[in-house]
């Protein structure tokens, strides 16, 4: 069966899971992770993707993350290729370091975030390279680590994520510890990395349940959420495509809208496409969004493309419109 195609828009919520060619080891020793870590720090800074869960393990390693404003391949190119390159150096070895296609599962933030960050920070535990808590709470390979305050990555978003468990620090830190531990007996969750049904419905006992019923769900390998969620993130994909190989049309009266507007607002077009904030920029450019999207259709990637600005953003701008 041929391989289906990534769904890479920028500001998705992905679960990669990386692995070692053969399942070989990508990393041999403390100078290997330490490169490794800096390395995927480093290329998610430069392409504003967002890192907020991650174990590094000798074979593989997890990231759960949202792609920045270019998409989830450029930072994964970056990375891998970069450190395949250092790695293959330092051990005077040659060939591919990576299986050739790492596996990236968009999801749904609302039902997973949470399941995510803990399968992935337990992923020491459950391989037995630290035995307690206690150990995990200061295991430098992986993200729990930080989200715990004892080691500092500014390029970890701790923040969101205990954002999830509370609304002061130190209550969240004590719920998400309380959250991770109660996950210690669970093992391994397959439902989470694999089987493309299983995954989208949320473990065998649904998919049982809509087999004895003969009900159909849709349902897509490459997605972990619900048969709706799965449903609305292949038809937006579907709509990038159209727009990508017949938006030409759409793309000049897009950059044609942005011109009108900035030369009545009396604004630098150049400035807004460069992500500037000052004095009413910011503002003009939510309005811009919203009209683009709303009146245009263009997806929400091509008009941060244009405004020079993440999808988030613009997702964000486009609410705080709506809602007022």
């Known amino acids: 069966m041929p391989r289906q195609a990534r769904l890479d828009a920028p500001g998705t919520l992905h679960h990669v899971i990386v692995r070692g060619i053969e399942k070989g080891r990508i990393v041999d020793d403390r100078r290997d992770r330490g490169n490794f870590v800096s390395r995927?720090?480093?290329?998610?800074?430069?392409?504003?993707?967002?890192?907020?869960?991650?174990?590094?393990?000798?074979?593989?390693?997890?990231?759960?993350?949202?792609?920045?404003?270019?998409?989830?391949?450029?930072?994964?190119?970056?990375?891998?290729?970069?450190?395949?390159?250092?790695?293959?150096?330092?051990?005077?070895?040659?060939?591919?370091?990576?299986?050739?296609?790492?596996?990236?599962?968009?999801?749904?933030?609302?039902?997973?975030?949470?399941?995510?960050?803990?399968?992935?920070?337990?992923?020491?535990?459950?391989?037995?390279v630290v035995k307690t808590m206690s150990e995990l709470d200061r295991y430098r390979w992986c993200g729990h680590s930080v989200v715990m305050g004892r080691i500092k990555h500014e390029w970890q978003d701790r923040d969101y994520v205990l954002s999830w468990f509370g609304n002061k620090e130190g209550e969240a830190r004590r719920a998400y510890l309380q959250y991770v531990e109660e996950g210690v007996g669970q093992g391994r969750r397959p439902e989470l990395v694999g089987a493309g049904l299983v995954r989208s419905l949320g473990g065998w006992s649904q998919v049982l349940s809509m087999r004895r019923h003969n009900e159909r769900v849709v349902t897509d390998e490459r997605i972990l959420g619900s048969g709706d969620f799965v449903d609305r993130i292949i038809r937006e994909a579907d709509h990038r495509v159209k727009y990508q190989f017949?938006?030409?049309?759409?793309?000049?009266?897009?950059?044609?809208?942005?011109?009108?507007?900035?030369?009545?607002?009396?604004?630098?077009?150049?400035?807004?496409?460069?992500?500037?904030?000052?004095?009413?920029?910011?503002?003009?450019?939510?309005?811009?969004?919203?009209?683009?999207?709303?009146?245009?259709?263009?997806?929400l990637a091509e008009v941060a493309r244009q405004l020079g600005v993440t999808t988030s953003a613009i997702s964000k701008a486009i609410n705080r419109i709506t809602k007022t």
């Not at 593989?60 to 270019?70: F, N, Q």
């Open 40 to 128: 995927m720090g480093q290329v998610a800074s430069d392409t504003e993707t967002v890192i907020y869960a991650w174990a590094l393990m000798t074979n593989h390693a997890h990231i759960l993350l949202r792609s920045g404003a270019h998409g989830l391949s450029r930072f994964m190119r970056r990375f891998l290729t970069g450190y395949a390159i250092t790695y293959n150096s330092r051990h005077k070895r040659h060939g591919h370091l990576f299986q050739n296609r790492y596996k990236s599962i968009v999801c749904d933030e609302d039902a997973y975030f949470r399941e995510l960050v803990r399968y992935i920070h337990l992923n020491p535990t459950r391989a037995k």
């Open 246 to 299: 017949g938006g030409n049309k759409i793309r000049e009266k897009a950059a044609e809208f942005i011109e009108q507007v900035c030369k009545r607002e009396n604004i630098n077009a150049k400035e807004l496409r460069m992500g500037a904030k000052r004095g009413r920029i910011g503002r003009v450019r939510s309005q811009i969004a919203c009209r683009l999207v709303e009146d245009y259709g263009i997806p």
